[in-house]
C-alpha cells in the first residue's frame, strides 16, 4: 500500500515556473515506477511525465525541455519542476505510483493515486 499526497500548486505567470512534490508512504518507495499525471477542466486525464526506481525519465512531447521530472528515494518524494508554463498547462496535477521496473505511459498502469494539486497559468 502506497499512500501518496501533492503539494505545490498554485497560479502563476505564463512563463513561471512552480515546482511540484509528491510525498509518499510506505517502506518500499523505491521500488515504484512513478508518475505525472493532469487532467484539464472537461478534459480527459492525460500523462506528462514518468520516472522508474532507476530514473529512467519519459516526457510527452509538449512539456519535454520545460518540466524535469525527478524522485528522492530517501526522501520518499518525487518532484515535478516546471518552468516556462503555459496557459495550457493549467489543470490538475496528479502523481502516481505502479509497482514494477517499467516506466507507465497510460493511466490504467498504475495501482495508487494522490488527491491532485491545482496549477493555475495566467495568459
Known amino acids: 500500500q502506497v499512500l501518496l499526497e501533492e503539494s505545490g500548486g498554485g497560479l502563476v505567470q505564463a512563463g513561471g515556473s512552480l515546482r511540484l512534490s509528491c510525498a509518499a508512504s510506505g517502506r518500499t518507495f523505491s521500488r515504484y515506477s512513478l508518475g505525472w499525471f493532469r487532467q484539464a477542466p472537461g478534459k480527459e486525464r492525460e500523462f506528462v511525465s514518468t520516472?522508474?526506481?532507476?530514473?529512467?525519465?519519459y516526457y510527452r512531447d509538449s512539456v519535454k525541455g520545460r518540466f524535469t521530472i525527478s524522485r528522492d528515494n530517501a526522501k520518499n518524494t518525487m518532484y515535478l519542476q516546471m518552468n516556462s508554463l503555459k496557459p495550457e498547462d493549467t489543470a490538475t496535477y496528479y502523481c502516481a505510483a505502479k509497482e514494477g521496473l517499467y516506466y507507465g505511459l497510460g493511466e490504467s498502469e498504475y495501482n495508487y493515486w494522490g488527491q491532485g494539486t491545482q496549477v493555475t497559468v495566467s495568459s
Open positions: 520516472i522508474t526506481s532507476k530514473g529512467t525519465t
